[in-house]
């Protein structure tokens, strides 16, 4: 099941939305809540850093028996220093979102944290991509095996 959501840019009422209708999903579909928190707020934080930053874009989320797979892309100015950005409490949101509550430096490390593979790609002036997967069942062992 693939589901696609428009996450609006400057909107804060609406950024979340997505979040909330794959927890629903994934809580009628009997998922580990364990599971579901983690997607929720790997997939919020994401929500809210294309608000603030990129103006919104476009989130995906691919949920098979294995795995959830959460594509967040957007069309926004990218991130120049991808490692920097990765650091817990850095952040380049204005100080009236902050105010908001907003803007602390978690969102990345929060997404990582989360997901069990995560990767961003960005390119200054063209955009970043968030790639996040969770898995619903145990990854298989290397090498495989075993006897029966």
Do not use: C
Request: net charge negative; proline share 6%; glycine share 14%.
């Amino acid at each position: 099941m693939k589901y696609r959501y428009a996450v609006p840019g400057d909107d804060f009422s609406m950024a979340g939305k997505a979040s909330a209708e794959v927890k629903r999903i994934l809580g009628q579909l009997g998922i580990d809540p364990a599971i579901i928190k983690r997607t929720s707020v790997a997939m919020y934080e994401a929500e809210i850093n294309m608000a603030i930053h990129a103006g919104g874009g476009i989130a995906e989320a691919e949920i098979s028996p294995e795995r959830i797979l959460i594509t967040m892309a957007d069309e926004g100015p990218g991130i120049p220093d991808i490692e920097l950005a990765m650091t817990e409490g850095y952040s380049t949101a204005p100080e009236w979102i902050r105010e908001l509550g907003f803007g602390a430096g978690m969102g990345l490390p929060n997404m990582k944290r989360n997901a069990d593979e995560f990767r961003l790609e960005s390119a200054v002036g063209k955009g970043t991509t968030v790639t996040m997967l969770i898995r619903l069942a145990p990854a298989p062992v290397a090498g495989g095996g075993g006897r029966a």
